[in-house]
């Protein structure tokens, strides 16, 4: 089955520093992948998406971008901020044999960024 | 605010009682799921509803059911409660049924004492 692996946490930055998180997929069709950012107490909220091959999706500084032939779609931020501490989950959606669709989560990344 | 919105925000109850939690999805979205997120399993799906029809199930114990209502929102039932089940229940929506993204509700923390 379909199936998302990140990279083990915490990670730990200083303020203003380049924030790489790896996220790389399993999927035997052709899936949409997301980020999710889920801060402390809350829900998880659509950081960004993006749906084929090379496209490249952008939200708050972050970027990924779909690559089907190492398939992975890692995050990137140049700067970060205390603000951006949080869990990061990579995600595909993908459609079932028997009809639906869901969403396969990774394990998350638990982000902290100190000044 | 993803407008999803979950009610209790928080429930305990006892070994082998019965719970209901409700969600209504966006305003204009049809499909509606429900996701578990516990320490050791991570986020699981469980279930989706498209306009009133269940269209696909994941790691849904037999112990518990979910419908979607002709207003669209959703009820996700547990029973026979298990200290195990403790955990953080979320419901998403979408508009379309298939290969989209989900907007979460803030969950339901779920603890069985």
């Known amino acids: 089955g379909d199936s998302v692996t990140q990279m083990e946490g915490p990670v730990t930055l200083s303020e203003e520093a380049f924030l790489t998180i790896n996220c790389t997929y399993t999927a035997t069709g052709y899936p949409s992948l997301f980020w999710y950012v889920q801060y402390p107490g809350e829900g998880l909220q659509l950081l960004l998406k993006?749906?084929?091959?090379?496209d490249k999706g952008s939200n708050k500084g972050f970027e990924a971008t779909y690559r089907k032939e190492t398939t992975s779609f890692h995050l990137e931020k140049g700067s970060v901020q205390v603000s951006d501490s949080a869990v990061y989950f990579c995600?595909?959606?993908?459609?079932?044999?028997?009809?639906?669709?869901?969403?396969?989560f990774g394990t998350g990344t638990q982000l902290k960024v100190e000044l | 605010d993803s407008g999803v919105t979950q009610t209790p925000k928080h429930l305990i109850t006892a070994t082998g009682q019965r719970v209901t939690l409700r969600c209504s999805p966006r305003s204009g979205d049809l499909s509606v799921y429900w996701y578990q997120q516990s320490l050791d399993q991570g986020l699981q799906f469980l279930i989706q509803y498209y306009n009133g029809e269940e269209r696909a199930k994941g790691n849904i114990l037999e112990r518990f059911s979910a419908q979607q209502f002709p207003d669209l929102h959703s009820e996700l039932n547990l029973s026979s409660l298990e200290l195990g089940d403790s955990a953080l229940y979320f419901c998403?929506?979408?508009?379309?049924?298939?290969?989209?993204?989900?907007?979460f509700g803030q969950g339901t923390r779920l603890t069985v004492v």
């Open positions: 998403a929506s979408s508009v379309q049924e298939l290969n989209t993204e989900a907007f």
């Open positions: 995600a595909l959606s993908d459609i079932l044999t028997g009809g639906g669709n869901k969403l396969t």
């Open positions: 993006a749906t084929k091959a090379d």
